[in-house]
């Protein structure tokens, strides 16, 4: 899967994590690279952190619904570090325990 794949999948389901009025808010860049495996299907963002030192999360995307949900949030300082951690999560399904609940859906969807 394509980095293009999961944005057309998130926004064919109704879901807003890509909408480009968010990115450009949250001054969010999306690496083209995506890690898929047993343990899900991961990608990297970088934003700006409250002490405007700009830092790399880690995101899964869940083909079911569109969502896109953070399972590490600014927890990294460069993107190669980032990038190792969603190859991790995308092996081992057990790995990524610490997920935030937050789905970046359009409200209407939530409901």
Known sequence: M?????????????????????????????SSIVHEGPGGIFF?????????????????FVPETGAVKTTAWGKYETNAEAQRQAKKFSRDPGLDSDERSWEHQSPEVSK
């Open 44 to 60: 990297v963002t970088s934003e700006p952190q409250y002490d405007g030192v700009r830092r790399r999360s880690v995101r899964r």
């Open 2 to 30: 394509t980095i293009d794949e999961i944005i057309d999948r998130n926004k064919q389901a109704g879901n807003s994590f890509f909408d480009s009025a968010q990115m450009h808010q949250w001054h969010s860049r999306v």
